[in-house]
């Protein structure tokens, strides 16, 4: 089988050869992977990072992650696509356990979980302890994902039949694609395959803090909506 690891960057030569590094280090077995890197014109050293992995770079002149996503998709050479995020490690087994959930009757979408490796009150404490829990019962109580952008795989050609990502979102790109993928066959969370990421979104406080919560108990009731955009943090 053919895998394709899609990681959106801008301007992220901190963080990103960590991120490749582990990708790199994925169990393979009989999966030949393939590393695709969306930079939106970064002015730093991301693409020389990316190309000394062995990354595929593919060139997005639009800002804003769901056109990143997008293109990574429609550039992918792999029967699965999996993404993650350009500041995450990813663990060994990452994508075969993604795999191995998606190669079960009927599934098309898989997710998992992330924690941050640092950061400040409030954001650093509702992600690591709270956020699990939230997950866990919107998913089994409630039947809604939310699904993280950093760790989530699906079907490649089960995706483009719906057209992909929706590039018109400003936020929530990941979960919309959850929710409509959901309507062509099964959507599972797997609680238990986490991936680590920065906590640098901590750094607005309860500002961004507060916008998210606010972003969560909108998808709740009124489901994906166009909203405001989160600020860079690179």
Known sequence: MKATVIVPAYNEEKYIGKTLGSI???????????????????????????????????PEP??????????????????????????????????????????????VFTYGTFRVTDGKFPYFHYINYIQPRILWMMHYLFGKEIA??????????????????????????????????????????IPDLIVLSSGRRSLEGWAFFSRMIGTLVRYFFFGVKKLQVFPDFR
């Open 24 to 58: 790199k280090s994925l169990e393979k077995d009989n999966i030949e992977i393939e590393i695709i890197v969306v930079d939106a014109s970064s002015t730093d050293k991301t693409v020389e990072i990316a190309k000394s992995y062995g990354a595929k770079v593919v």
């Open 62 to 107: 639009h800002k804003g992650i769901g056109f990143a996503r997008q293109q990574g998709l429609l550039h992918a050479k792999g029967e699965v696509v999996a993404y993650t995020d350009a500041d995450t490690v990813v663990p060994r087994n990452w994508l075969k356990r993604h795999i191995k959930v998606l190669e079960q009757p009927g599934v």
């Open 148 to 189: 993280a952008g950093q760790n989530l795989a699906f079907w490649k050609d089960k995706a483009l039949a719906i057209g992909g990502f929706d590039d018109k979102l400003k936020v929530m790109e990941d979960i919309d694609l959850a929710v409509r993928m959901k309507k062509t066959g099964k959507t599972v969370f």
